[in-house]
């Protein structure tokens, strides 16, 4: 059974940091990539980042390149996605998320296999 647990979230002034964690668990082990995708009121769903399980290889949206960082722990189970500068229009509930195959498989950056519960982050004053 897959599980993905994800933990971190909160709410930060602008300009702020946060490090969401996703640890997931059961078959997802033998994933392709994991990844975040964000889902805020009234908008569509984003697909944030992910990483490559084989070797590291990572992708982000223009929306957080420069500000956001994704990375796998030393024990290459736990993923992080490490949230600096961040601005009000960060806000949203943020998912970690599966793939099983290779990223040119899925039609658009937000399809994913497998889904954890969702994490809040809220970017206010």
């Known amino acids: 059974q897959v599980q993905l647990v994800e933990s971190g979230g909160g709410l930060v002034q602008p300009g702020g940091s946060l490090r969401l964690s996703c640890v997931p668990s059961?078959?997802?082990?033998?994933?392709?990539?994991i990844g975040w995708v964000r889902q805020a009121p009234g908008k569509e769903r984003e697909g944030v980042s992910w990483?490559?399980?084989?070797?590291?290889?990572?992708n982000y949206a223009d929306s957080v390149k420069g500000r956001f960082t994704i990375a796998r722990d030393k024990d290459r189970i736990t993923v992080y996605l490490q949230m600096n500068n961040l601005k009000p229009e960060d806000t949203a509930v943020y998912h970690c998320?599966?793939?099983?195959?290779?990223?040119?498989?899925?039609?658009?950056?937000?399809?994913?296999?497998?889904w954890g519960q969702g994490t809040q982050v809220t970017v206010s004053s």
């Open positions: 990483i490559r399980k084989s070797d590291n290889g990572t």
């Open positions: 998320a599966i793939r099983v195959a290779p990223a040119h498989y899925y039609s658009d950056n937000d399809k994913y296999d497998y």
């Open positions: 059961g078959i997802a082990l033998d994933y392709y990539a």
